[in-house]
C-alpha cells in the first residue's frame, strides 16, 4: 500500500520547485568533485558550505548531519567519494553555537521526553562535550580508516556562524 504525496504540507516546496525548474538551463556537471573536496558539516539551515569555502555548485561533495560528526555512513560515503567521485580532500567543519554541543545526550534524551513524551534512548545522538577534541577524533578517524587512501589530505577547522570566519586546526 503506498501513502499519497502529502502535496499539501509540501505546497510551498512544490511550487518552489516549479519557479526553479521555470529558469533551470542544466549545469552541465557530472557527479564528480570538480574541485576534489568533500565537506562533513553539521545540517545546520544557517551553514552555506560551498559559500563557506568559495565554491560552486559541482565544485564539492556535502556530508551533512547532527553536530557534523564523523558516522560509519561517513565513512562509507568517503570511500566512495575517493574512488569513484574524484575526492582527494575532506574538510570536517563543525560549527560555532551547535546545538549538539548545548548538551549532553542525556540532557537531549531528557528534553525529547519531556517536551515530546517520546523515548528516543535508542538512539545514539553523537553530542559534544569538546568541539576540539571530537574534530580531532574525527578527523583522526578518516585518516586511519583502513579503506580510504593514503594519500587523502584530511583537515578540520570550526566555522564561525556568527562572522563567517573558518578556523583552521592543528591536527
Known amino acids: 500500500m503506498t501513502t499519497p504525496f502529502p502535496s499539501d504540507d509540501l505546497a510551498d516546496i512544490l511550487e518552489g520547485n516549479r519557479t526553479y525548474a521555470a529558469e533551470f538551463s542544466g549545469t552541465g556537471l557530472g557527479g564528480s568533485a570538480q ?6 558539516t553539521c545540517m545546520d539551515s544557517r551553514i552555506v558550505p560551498l559559500a563557506v569555502v568559495g565554491m560552486e555548485q559541482g ?11 564523523v558516522t560509519d555512513d561517513v565513512l562509507r560515503t568517503l570511500v566512495l567519494a575517493t574512488y569513484l567521485l574524484g575526492v582527494k580532500r575532506v574538510l570536517v567543519m563543525p560549527h560555532t553555537d551547535c546545538r549538539m554541543a548545548s548538551a549532553s545526550e542525556a540532557e537531549i534524551h531528557e528534553a525529547i521526553e519531556r517536551d515530546f513524551h517520546v523515548d528516543t534512548r535508542s538512539v545514539e545522538f553523537r553530542t559534544v562535550k569538546d568541539q576540539e577534541a571530537a574534530l580531532i577524533y574525527d578527523v583522526t578517524r578518516i585518516r586511519s580508516y583502513p579503506l580510504m587512501p593514503r594519500d587523502l589530505v ?18
Open 35 to 40: 574541485r576534489g573536496l568533500a565537506i562533513v
Open 59 to 69: 565544485d564539492a561533495k556535502i556530508l551533512r548531519n547532527a553536530g557534523a560528526r
Open 154 to 171: 584530511v583537515a578540520g577547522a570550526i566555522y564561525d556562524v556568527a562572522t563567517g570566519v573558518l578556523s583552521p586546526r592543528d591536527i
